[in-house]
């Protein structure tokens, strides 16, 4: 028996296996898709080892209010960026811990909507998924209530919901109220079966780094937790390099290697479960040559098309203020007379000041006294954003270079080439009772 740290550094109990013993499911990484996996198969009595790359962090005492200071937090190795429109790594989409990415991310969980199953049969582009929106929604209504998902009830857009939202809506910051909708519910701490308590958000508009608060219900705070409760252990710090096989090439073992150690270890297994994200999962089966015998591993690789827009109000918004996308409107989810596939929706904006005056220089190019004379506008910025998704590309792939990374595996390679539809969802439009408008355009 080992320990694991819970939110204020205190030891939790944790069982551990051998790496010679033999368990029913190895799970690599422990974000959004390999933390629940690794939950509910510890859940199900199953004998379940994780292994993450990053370390176990003490949120309470790792998580510093500080832009700058949290970097640690991203999947910082490089990744290689090709295409006319190439795509920039770690801040936006990856992760390094116990957590994945939710350490990072901003607890923004809205649902598909029905008709976004059925793409093929409503546009003549891409694919249907096999499965409908009823398929999942028991699934969402599970995880909205397990994860403590804040919003309106009822929710304006979609089908009327057989569960609503477990809690009121987060107040609203200058940016959301902008948008000229607001609520005046507050959150508040709350019981949470199998879990505990969960902290309350404080509003303090930090929530795109490592909440010390741990309140943000990422994978650390809620599924990992669960998991280790049922008997999973978490291997913290060991990058996996590849599998064990026998001669039928079936895998019988995880090969990784701990962050101390330059000796390779192995975990004997009777399945793996690779949940590493977009760039990782392709890369370590395409390293292995495993399961590709379509040849469409790392192809048609998608991110999401996103404008910024930013302006400047008369009066102080202190965009450091509150949850960032504290409002969303859907009415644009399939816009009348639109020239592209699919539609957007729209989520306010607070901002950070590193991340702010980052993005402004990039998509400006200004510097100097210039500069400094629009940073002294920062407490009255506010923003919008404008989110869709790309359509699948034969030209946007992922592949393996030749250059290698720490580990002496292949670098990997991501080709990215926005298509017409990402193109026309690119426009822009002016930004009402706004001056000094910019906008950063991204695909992440």
């Known amino acids: 028996m080992s320990a694991a740290p819970d939110l204020h550094g205190h030891a939790v109990p944790m069982r551990t296996f051998a790496p010679g013993?033999?368990?029913?499911?190895?799970?690599?990484?422990?974000?959004?898709?390999?933390?629940?996996?690794?939950?509910?198969?510890?859940?199900?009595?199953?004998k379940v080892v994780a292994l993450e790359a990053g370390p176990f962090y003490v949120p309470t005492r790792d998580f510093a209010t500080d832009e700058r200071a949290q970097s640690y937090l991203f999947w910082n190795d490089e990744r290689l960026s090709a295409g006319a429109d190439p795509i920039g790594f770690g801040r936006n989409?990856?992760?390094?811990?116990?957590?994945?990415?939710?350490?990072?991310?901003?607890?923004?969980?809205?649902?598909?909507q029905p008709d976004d199953f059925h793409l093929r049969t409503e546009f003549g582009v891409g694919q249907d998924w096999p499965i409908g929106y009823e398929d999942l929604e028991p699934y969402f209504d599970e995880l909205e209530t397990f994860l403590g998902v804040s919003g309106p009830n009822p929710y304006p857009w979609g089908p009327p919901r057989k569960s609503s939202y477990p809690l009121p809506p987060l107040p609203l910051n200058p940016a959301a109220r902008s948008m000229q909708k607001a609520y005046a519910a507050l959150s508040s701490s709350y019981y949470q079966e199998e879990v505990g308590w969960r902290a309350a958000y404080a509003n303090r508009g930090f929530c795109q780094a490592?909440?010390?608060l741990g309140a943000k219900a990422s994978m650390d705070q809620t599924f990992i937790p669960l998991a280790l409760h049922h008997g999973a252990e978490v291997r913290a710090e060991c990058f996996v390099r590849g599998f064990e096989q026998d001669a039928s090439r079936r895998i019988t073992g995880a090969i990784?290697?701990?962050?101390?150690?330059?000796?390779?270890?192995r975990q004997r297994c009777r399945r793996v479960f690779l949940c590493t994200g977009a760039v990782e999962t392709p890369r370590?089966?395409?390293?292995?040559?495993?399961?590709?015998?379509?040849?469409?591993?790392?192809?048609n690789f998608m991110a999401h098309v996103g404008v910024q827009v930013w302006g400047q109000l008369e009066a102080e918004t202190r965009p450091y203020q509150g949850i960032p996308g504290g409002l969303i409107s859907e009415d644009t989810h399939r816009p009348k007379d639109?020239?592209?596939?699919?539609?957007?929706?729209?989520q306010s904006l607070g901002v950070m000041p590193v991340t702010?005056?980052?993005?402004?220089?990039?998509?400006?190019?200004?510097?100097?006294?210039?500069?400094?004379?629009?940073?002294?506008?920062?407490?009255?910025?506010?923003?919008?954003?404008?989110?869709?998704?790309?359509?699948p590309s034969e030209r946007n792939y992922l592949e393996l270079s030749d250059e290698k990374d720490a580990q002496g595996l292949p670098k990997p390679r991501i080709h990215f080439t926005a298509g017409q539809n990402e193109r026309l969802m690119r426009e822009l439009w002016a930004l009402a009772g706004a001056e000094a408008v910019w906008a950063y355009g991204r695909s992440t």
């Not at 799970?27 to 690794?38: H, R």
């Open 21 to 46: 013993d033999e368990v029913d499911a190895v799970v690599i990484g422990t974000g959004a898709s390999g933390a629940p996996l690794l939950a509910r198969l510890a859940q199900a009595g199953l």
């Open 338 to 346: 639109a020239d592209f596939t699919r539609g957007y929706l729209l």
């Open 356 to 391: 702010y005056i980052s993005q402004y220089t990039r998509a400006t190019g200004t510097w100097g006294p210039v500069l400094k004379d629009h940073m002294a506008g920062y407490n009255r910025v506010i923003g919008i954003n404008v989110l869709g998704e790309c359509l």
């Open 284 to 299: 370590l089966l395409l390293i292995m040559e495993l399961a590709n015998s379509s040849g469409q591993v790392g192809r």
């Open 256 to 265: 990784y290697r701990r962050t101390a150690s330059p000796n390779p270890m």
């Open 93 to 112: 989409n990856s992760g390094c811990g116990v957590g994945g990415s939710t350490l990072h991310f901003t607890a923004y969980t809205p649902r598909p």
């Open 210 to 212: 490592g909440c010390s």
